[in-house]
């Protein structure tokens, strides 16, 4: 399964929820989650994310590997989101900040 990482908080570009086949991303408050009972590996979003936050299981960046039993749990409480919509209002600022696990909203 493919995962959502780390520098997603705060900025949710949402480019990725385009291209995914088989509607994957749930959507909260300042975060994406990628359903990892419903990717199919299909890699299509990990380029589109322009906060380069998506990454394979097997290559999540050290220290993140969280995210990937975060990722399963949020997307079973968040709706699905198929169409891009605007990124937060600061995520220009917020990209490429390091350590947001701690503002991130459910
Ligand atoms: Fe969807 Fe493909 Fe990304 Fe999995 S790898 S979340 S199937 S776009
Ligand atoms: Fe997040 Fe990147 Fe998608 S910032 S919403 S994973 S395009």
Known sequence: TFVVTDNCI????????EVCPVD???EGPN????????????????PECPANA???EDDVPAGQEHFTPLNKELAKAWPVIVTR????????????????FKLLER
């Open 10 to 17: 705060k900025c949710k570009y949402t480019d990725c929820v």
């Open 85 to 100: 919509k605007e990124a937060l209002a600061d995520a220009k600022e917020w990209d490429g900040k390091p350590d947001k």
């Open 54 to 56: 998506i990454f394979p």
């Open 24 to 26: 994957a991303f749930h």
């Open 31 to 46: 975060f994406l989650a990628i359903d990892p009972d419903e990717c199919i590996d299909c890699t299509l979003c990990e």
